[in-house]
């Protein structure tokens, strides 16, 4: 896979922004924080939450046309995206919120939808691979382990 850019940097912080009301914001913290928390285990990177706009990776629940060039499509279709490292808009995640984001198989579970983003976030295009996260299309039934050895392999080589 051919890999983008890249934080020329270990640490990475990130802030959330606007929440969705399908879940509290404890829980969209959690699984956020997990969300990260998959890639800093596989390789050298760590994560940091702060609560300000000048976090690195932005993360928020938009709808529709938003502010940046690529407007949601309301329910189901896009359901997030993710701009490439770098500055200002770089690593910025968005969730549509006309999705209905869940903790379990019903809707779209927000756990295994950021952690695919936050893979592009940090550098890291689509698979070819069924197996792997960065699969272009979602699928709830990802195991335990969200990582394929590939996906572990990619964040090796880029960083
Ligand atoms: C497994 O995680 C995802 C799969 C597919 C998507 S998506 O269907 O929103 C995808 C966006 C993306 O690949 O990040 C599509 F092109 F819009 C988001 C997360
Ligand atoms: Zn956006
Ligand atoms: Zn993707």
């Known amino acids: 896979n051919a890999q983008g850019t890249r ?79 770098g500055l200002g808009v770089g690593g910025d995640t968005h969730f549509d919120d006309d999705e209905r984001w869940t903790t379990g198989k019903t809707g779209f579970n927000l756990h295994v939808v950021a952690a695919h983003e936050f893979g592009h976030a940090l550098g890291l295009k689509h698979s070819r691979n069924p197996e792997s996260l960065m699969y272009p299309t979602y699928k709830s039934s990802r195991g335990a382990s969200l990582l394929a050895s590939e996906d572990v392999a990619n964040i090796n080589t880029l960083y």
């Open 7 to 85: 934080w020329n940097k270990n640490i990475i912080t990130y802030s959330i922004g606007r929440y969705t009301r399908d879940l509290p914001r404890s829980t969209v913290d959690f699984l956020l924080e997990t969300a990260f928390r998959v890639w800093a285990r596989a390789s050298s990177l760590t994560f940091v939450r702060m609560h300000s706009h000048n976090a690195d990776i932005m993360v928020e629940f938009v709808t529709s046309d938003h502010g940046d060039l690529y407007p949601f499509d309301g329910p189901r279709g896009t359901l997030a995206h993710a701009f490439g490292p």
